[in-house]
DNA sequence: AACCTGTCCAACCGCATAGTT
DNA sequence: GAACTATGCGGTTGGACAGGT
């Protein structure tokens, strides 16, 4: 049997989101969570295929997301994790929880793999001898690859027993701490895309605060103007505290995207035994286990 | 100024897989 | 267990932009 298209091709907007779009998009997800994409353009009217919108909120939309430059640090994990586990990009991602799975992908196939490969051309040409040392390091890669797995398969198990603690603040969201913590670490991608929508079209912010006047209570919605032009605009966001009111004093729901509200493990409902250690050990061992287990391998690239 | 080339990145496409009926 | 559906993932594309000639 065919797989059937994820939606109907006749009527479904393509391209760039304009930032109408993505403020209906937003406010709808603030109001009902991420997750049940289907519903996502009956129920908003959006002429996008529940995919196209599951994308642009995980790749673009979504809180937390870190945008501009790579650190060194980040690099050095992308490299690392890339020769760990491949182009498991959303795997990698979980480990930069700051940049997505696109970003990075885009980041590697862009800068990265070149860096990597001009490296190893260095290499190859300059120190033959220390192909018997690599040889020895792609043995260990299973075993590395192996632990992170591990290591992958803790986490995941940490973020289920751990959802339930959460699970209050986001009943239709998709168990993820990652997605929660995010949701919590940061707004300001949707705040500034929404501030400069604004500014560009002052009348059309009607569509937004209606739709989501629930959700939107600042006062200063819809007064600015200065529009600005280009479709930056439209792709990057630049300002949406105006609109959203993510403070931890508003209203429960708004207050899950709060920094403030970032789950604080410790002051939970007591932790059980693995729990606590699951915790712990995701806590201290994290990122910088991954890095160091063998970053000596890439660390001369920098 | 016009053209060419390379880079960047948002978005799309198709497949895989998990979940549901 | 088969059929169907929803979601996630990785590869790829295409448009915008920058820099060079």
């Given at each position: 049997m065919g797989r059937p298209p994820c939606c109907d091709k006749i009527g479904v907007k393509k391209g760039p989101w304009t930032p109408e779009e993505d403020i209906i998009l937003v406010s709808y997800i603030q109001e009902?969570?991420?997750?049940?994409?289907?519903?996502?353009?009956?129920?908003?009217?959006?002429?996008?295929?529940?995919?196209?919108?599951?994308?642009?909120?995980?790749?673009?939309?979504r809180p937390g997301i870190k945008r501009g430059n790579f650190t060194e640090h980040e690099e050095k994990m992308i490299i690392h994790l890339q020769d760990l586990l491949g182009n498991r990009w959303a795997a990698i991602a979980s480990y930069l929880p700051e940049r997505t799975d696109n970003d990075i992908k885009n980041y590697w196939n862009?800068?990265?793999?070149?860096?990597?490969?001009?490296?190893?051309?260095?290499?190859?040409a300059n120190n033959q001898d220390r192909h018997s040392v690599s040889e020895s390091i792609s043995k260990g890669q299973w075993e590395r690859r192996l632990q992170t797995d591990i290591h992958m398969a803790k986490q995941a198990l940490c973020e289920a027993l751990s959802l339930d603690k959460f699970n209050n603040n986001f009943p239709d969201s998709k168990p993820s701490p990652i997605q929660t913590s995010t949701y919590a670490s940061s707004t300001e991608n949707i705040a500034r895309l929404l501030e400069n929508w604004m500014k560009k079209s002052p009348e059309s912010s009607q569509i937004g605060s209606e739709s989501t006047q629930n959700s939107f209570n600042n006062p200063s919605v819809g007064t600015s103007s200065s529009p600005s032009e280009g479709t930056q605009s439209a792709t990057t966001p630049e300002g949406f505290n105006s609109l959203f009111s993510f403070n931890s004093d508003e209203s429960e729901e708004t207050a899950n995207f709060t920094p403030e509200n970032k789950p604080d493990l410790n002051n939970q409902i007591p932790l059980t035994l693995l729990e606590k250690w699951l915790f712990d050990?995701?806590?201290?061992?994290?990122?910088?286990?991954?890095?160091?287990?063998?970053?000596?391998?890439?660390?001369?690239?920098?």
């Open positions: 009902h969570g991420p997750g049940n994409w289907r519903a996502v353009p009956t129920s908003t009217g959006l002429l996008r295929c529940s995919k196209s919108c599951r994308l642009r909120w995980t790749n673009y939309l862009t800068h990265l793999k070149k860096k990597v490969r001009k490296h190893q051309e260095g290499d190859d050990d995701v806590a201290t061992q994290g990122e910088e286990e991954i890095v160091d287990m063998s970053l000596g391998e890439t660390s001369d690239l920098f």
